[in-house]
Structure formats: C-alpha cells, structure tokens
C-alpha cells in the first residue's frame, strides 16, 4: 500500500476566508471516501491580502455569502454574528496555524483545515488570534503541546509567504480557489460561477461556471481522476 507521500498529489491554493475555498473544502470533505487512500490534497497559502495589499473588506464577503449560500444551500455558513471591530483583519497566522497542523500529518492538516475555515465562516469566530486558533487546534484533536510550540516559535511562519509567492507568481493561478494537478494543470474555480463586481465593489451580476452543467461533485471527481491518469 503506498504512503501518503508517494501519492498522486492536488494542490489547493485559497484563501482561508475565501467563501469558493470554503465550498471547494466542503465538497472535497464530502467526496473524501472516494480520494482517500488514492490522491492526497495539500492546502497551500494563497492570501488575498498579500497581493491586494490590504485586508478583504467584510463588505466583500457579506455579499458573496447569499450566492454561496444559493449554490451550496447545506454548507454551514452564517452572516457574521459578532461585533465589527471582531472581525478578522489578517488570515495570515490562521495559514501558519495550518502549516503547523501540515507539520504533524496529512490528517491533521485536513481536519484543520476543514476546521479553521468553518470556525470562521460558521462560527464568526476571529482567526486571526493565537488563542482561537489553539482552541480550533484543541477541537480537532491535534498534538496541542507540539502545535503551541511550532505555532510559538514561528518555525513554519516562512512557509506561508513562500506559498503565497508560489501561487501568485510563479503558477500565477487565476485565483481563490484553484487546483493544481501533478502535471502542474490548473483547475480554477471548480463548479463555481464567477461575480461580476463594479468598481464600487458591489456585486452587478453572476457568470455562470465554465464547467459542465450537473452535479457539482462530478467536477471535483473529474479532477480527481485527472491526477490519477
């Protein structure tokens, strides 16, 4: 039987609190019985933040939250329920707090991954916190002494801007989220129609996806079986 690391392997570049990164996670979740044991997902750092040079405003993210909540009517998502001042202004140490669950196993990063995102969007909680994100590392039952340390000592910090520079610069992905096949094919936006924004950032339209109609999950299967080729 093959180890994980001898896998084909996807690479997902997204944002943590990109609501297509969060659906794309969502129906990976839900195929997970199928890829288990055959690819292995890796989470890869693609922050917003950094090359737009600024925080993604809440503005952005309340509007594309009914459109995702349309497309995905069973994802647990929720209107931002705490005060403002709350809400996260970084995600760049919720991606170091992944690549510390990254550094103990593969299981451990999917399930904080799966965690770190839902807590945010489902929970309102501040990811942005050293606190909250050891309390999610608590939850999802990582080593919390070996996650306190790694995340303390900032040992896997560099990891999420060479990530970042990975995906924007030399892939030059499209965008939150894309897939990245073995043979370095990208697959952006899987199953996902596309905003139309006005330069007032008010949503004025939706693009439909440009993959097949039918049911979502089939794209990601379809994905899957590329990298199995």
């Not at 993604?56 to 995905?72: M, R, V």
């Not at 990582?142 to 060479?162: M, P, Q, T």
Request: aromatic share 10%; proline share 8%.
């Amino acid at each position: 039987m093959e180890t994980s690391s001898e896998l084909p392997t996807i690479e997902m570049y997204s944002d943590i609190h990109c609501p297509w990164g969060y659906l794309a996670a969502f129906r990976l979740g839900q195929l997970e019985l199928e890829w288990s044991g055959r690819v292995r997902f890796a989470w890869r750092c693609l922050p917003l933040e950094v090359v737009n040079s600024r925080g993604t405003p809440k503005n952005t993210l309340d509007q594309e939250l009914p459109y995702l909540l349309q497309i995905e009517p069973g994802i647990p998502a929720r209107p931002w329920r705490r005060p403002e001042w709350e809400y996260p202004v970084t995600m760049l140490p919720a991606f170091e707090a992944l690549k510390c669950a990254e550094a103990q196993s593969d299981e451990a990063a999917l399930v904080f991954n799966w965690a770190v995102r839902r807590a945010f969007f489902a929970e309102s909680r501040c990811v942005s916190l050293r606190h909250v994100l050891i309390d999610i590392a608590r939850e999802a039952g990582l080593d919390l002494a070996c996650f306190v340390n790694d995340f303390d000592s900032g040992r896997y910090k560099h990891l999420v801007i060479e990530e970042s520079d990975q995906g924007w610069n030399i892939l030059k992905v499209k965008g939150s989220p894309t897939l990245v096949l073995p043979s370095g094919e990208q697959r952006p936006y899987p199953a996902t129609p596309e905003l139309l924004w006005d330069a007032d950032e008010h949503v004025v339209g939706i693009k439909p996806s440009d993959y097949p109609e039918g049911d979502p999950l089939d794209a990601y299967r379809a994905i899957i079986a590329e990298a199995l080729a």
